[in-house]
C-alpha cells in the first residue's frame, strides 16, 4: 500500500473512452491497462492513454457490456509484460504490454450455448485461470487453467455435476460439512444440473502458502427453483482449487437451493485474521444473500456470518452446520405465487462486481452495499440452448430507512458494523483504502469520494459526470507521484434498468427504473478514466 494522508482530489488527466465502464485497471510499472466496454483494451503509459488493441469481435452479452478487467503477465511470455483479458465472444486473449500486439487468443468458451466471458482472468504462476458467465441461460457452468505461454486449455473443471467433470477426487475433496461422492450431481433432483447455471463471472483470489484459487458461483438456474429441487451443490458456493491441474479441495455454500438469485461471484478477500483470541487465514465475503462471511481458507469451515444488509430471507446463519436458518414465508417457487417482501432484492446487498478493500491498519474491510428489496413471482422456464432460462418477475423498492445504498465499514473478526454512510442510489462501486487511512469509492449520481478509514468522515468529493460502477485503484507513477484512477461510466445492470440514461439527450425517452426516477437529473452516459494525484 502506499501512503495517502490526505483526501483532496487533484484531476490530473481524463481520457475518454466508451460508455458503461464496470470494472477496474491493472497497473505495473508505471503503467496500467483496462478494458472498455466495447472490445479493445488501453493502457496507461504514466500520464498518456492509448489504445493497444481496436474492437475485432462484437457479440451480445448476457446482461452486461462490460468486461470485467485485465491481470498481467509475469514476464514469462516472449520476455515481456502485459494483459490477459476475455472478450464477450468468448475469447482470452495475451497481448504485448507496448504494442499490444497479440501474443494469442484462445476460444474459451460457446457463445452459441449462451455463454460469455465478461470476469477478469487471474495469472498464477503458468496458469491463466478464466470461467464463463451465463446463468440466466442455462449452462454449465465451469472454470479453465490455460498455459501462460501459448494459451492452451491444459484443465477444464466444471462447478456442479458429476465429480468426474468437478475433478472431485474422494482422496482430496474435504468439504467441511459435507460427506459421500457425487454432491454435485445428487444435489439436483431429474439431473437439472445440465442445465443448473453455477457461472464464474466475478474474481479470482488465490494463496500461494496454500497453493489454492478461491472463487465463486452464481446462481442456479432457473429463477424457479422447484425445477431444481434440492441443494443444487455448488451452486452460490465458494470453492477451492489447485491452479495447476484444476484439483477441488473443499467447496462451501452460501445459499442451499438458491430462491432469489444471490450468486456468490464476489471477491474472496484472504487475510489474516485474530477470531476468538487466534489467529486464523481467514477468507472473507460479502454475498449477495445479504450475510457477510469469515471462513478458514484452509479447509472452509465457517467461522462467522452475520447480515451486513436488510435480511428477510433468513434469519440466521447456522455456525454448526454451515447452512442459513430459512425464513419460510420468504421461499419461492412457482406455486408460491408472489411472495412479497423479500431482502435483498436480487441484485444482492452487495454487487458482486463490486470488491471489497481490506486494511491491514484498521483491520476493517470496506463495501458498497445495495439497500433494495423486492416481490418475487416465480414462473415455469423452458430451457432452448443460447436463450434466457429465467422465469421470475420481480419488482425493486427500497429497504428500511428509504436509502437505497450504503458505503461501510465492517469487521469481520467480529462480525459487526463499525460505520456506514448512506448513499440515495444503489452503490456499484468497488472500494479502495490506502495506508493513509483513506477509503475512496464513487456513487451512482456521479461522486468520487474520499473518506476517513477510522470514522467514515467525507474527506472530499468531485463530480465525475458519470455514475461509477468502476473500481477504483492507486498506484505510482513514472514520475514517483501516487494517484488515484476510476472508470467513471454509467452501465451494467443500472444502465439497463434505467434506459441506459442519458440527461444530455431530451430525444431520449427510455424510461427509468420505477425505483430510481431521478437518476437521469444527477448522471448521464459517461466514458471517462479519471486520474487524480494525491
Known amino acids: ?65 462490460a468486461p470485467s478487467g485485465v491481470d498481467l503477465l509475469d514476464g514469462r511470455v516472449r520476455r515481456t509484460r502485459g494483459p490477459v483479458y476475455n472478450l464477450l465472444d468468448g475469447h482470452t486473449v495475451a497481448v504485448e504490454a507496448n504494442s499490444g500486439r497479440e501474443l494469442w487468443s484462445t476460444q474459451i468458451a460457446d457463445v452459441g450455448n449462451g455463454e460469455t466471458t465478461t470476469m477478469a482472468p487471474l495469472v498464477v504462476r503458468d496458469r491463466v485461470i478464466v470461467g464463463a458467465s451465463g446463468g440466466e441461460f442455462g449452462i454449465y457452468g465451469w472454470v479453465k487453467g490455460l498455459d501462460l505461454k501459448s ?7 466444471h462447478n456442479i455435476g458429476p465429480d468426474a467433470d ?53 446462481n442456479a438456474s432457473p429463477y424457479n427453483p422447484e425445477q431444481r429441487l434440492g441443494d443444487n451443490k455448488w451452486s452460490a458456493s465458494v470453492l477451492a482449487r489447485r491452479p495447476e491441474d484444476g484439483t477441488l479441495v473443499w467447496a462451501y455454500q452460501f445459499t442451499p437451493h438458491d430462491n432469489w438469485d444471490y450468486d456468490a461471484t464476489g471477491a474472496m478477500i484472504l487475510a489474516d485474521l485474530t477470531v476468538d483470541g487466534k489467529r486464523i487465514r481467514a477468507l472473507v465475503h460479502f454475498d449477495k444473500n445479504g450475510f457477510a462471511y469469515t471462513l478458514d481458507r484452509a479447509t472452509g469451515r465457517l467461522l ?17 452446520t454451515g447452512r442459513p436458518v430459512l425464513a419460510p414465508t420468504k421461499q419461492t417457487g412457482a406455486s408460491r405465487g408472489n411472495v412479497k417482501g423479500i431482502c435483498p432484492s436480487l441484485e444482492g446487498g452487495v ?12 483491520h476493517l474491510f470496506y463495501t458498497s452495499t445495495n439497500n433494495l428489496c423486492m416481490d418475487y413471482a416465480a414462473t415455469q422456464a423452458r430451457h432452448l440452448k443460447g436463450t434466457p432460462f429465467m422465469g421470475v418477475t420481480s419488482p425493486y423498492f427500497a429497504g428500511p430507512g428509504g436509502n437505497l445504498g450504503t458505503f461501510m465499514a465492517w469487521d469481520a473478526a467480529t462480525g459487526r458494523k463499525v460505520w456506514e454512510n448512506r448513499e440515495p442510489y444503489p452503490n456499484w462501486s468497488g472500494a479502495l483504502v490506502t495506508a493513509g487511512d483513506v ?3 464513487g456513487t451512482l449520481d456521479g461522486w468520487f469520494k474520499s473518506v476517513d478509514a477510522r ?31 476510476v472508470y467513471a461510466g454509467f452501465g451494467g445492470d443500472w444502465a439497463l ?19 430510481i426516477k431521478d437518476i437521469a437529473r444527477h448522471t448521464s452516459q459517461g466514458g471517462i478514466i479519471w486520474i487524480f494525484g494525491l
Open 1 to 65: 500500500m502506499l501512503d495517502v494522508t490526505r483526501g483532496a482530489h487533484r484531476d490530473a488527466w481524463l481520457p475518454r473512452c466508451s460508455s458503461r465502464q464496470r470494472r477496474q485497471r491493472a497497473c505495473r510499472g508505471g503503467a496500467g491497462a483496462g478494458p472498455r466496454g466495447r472490445p479493445m483494451v488501453d493502457a496507461v503509459q504514466g500520464l498518456r492513454c492509448d489504445p493497444l488493441q481496436r474492437p475485432h469481435r462484437n457479440h451480445p452479452a448476457e446482461c452486461r457490456l
Open 151 to 157: 494459451g492452451r486449455t491444459v484443465w477444464t473443471a
Open 166 to 218: 468437478m475433478l472431485a477426487r474422494t482422496d482430496t475433496f474435504k468439504p467441511p460439512y459435507d460427506s459421500g461422492v457425487e454432491l454435485g450431481a445428487r444435489s439436483w433432483a431429474n439431473d437439472s444440473w445440465r442445465t443448473g447455471g453455477a457461472p464464474v463471472w466475478g474474481w479470482i483470489s488465490y494463496d500461494p502458502e496454500l497453493d489454492l484459487i478461491y472463487y465463486g458461483t452464481g
Open 304 to 320: 462467522l456470518a452475520a447480515a451486513f444488509a436488510p435480511v428477510t430471507w433468513a434469519k440466521s446463519v447456522d455456525l454448526a
Open 351 to 362: 454487487s458482486p462486481s463490486s470488491p471489497a478493500a481490506y486494511s491491514p491498519r484498521t
Open 439 to 441: 477509503a475512496f469509492y
Open 455 to 485: 470514522t467514515g468522515k467525507v474527506l472530499s468529493k468531485f463530480k465525475v459526470g458519470s455514475g461509477v460502477v468502476g473500481n477504483p485503484i492507486t498506484y505510482r507513477g513514472p514520475d514517483g507521484k501516487q494517484y488515484v484512477a
Open 497 to 515: 434498468l434505467s434506459g441506459d440514461v442519458r440527461s444530455d439527450d431530451p430525444a431520449d425517452v427510455r424510461p427509468p427504473a420505477d425505483f
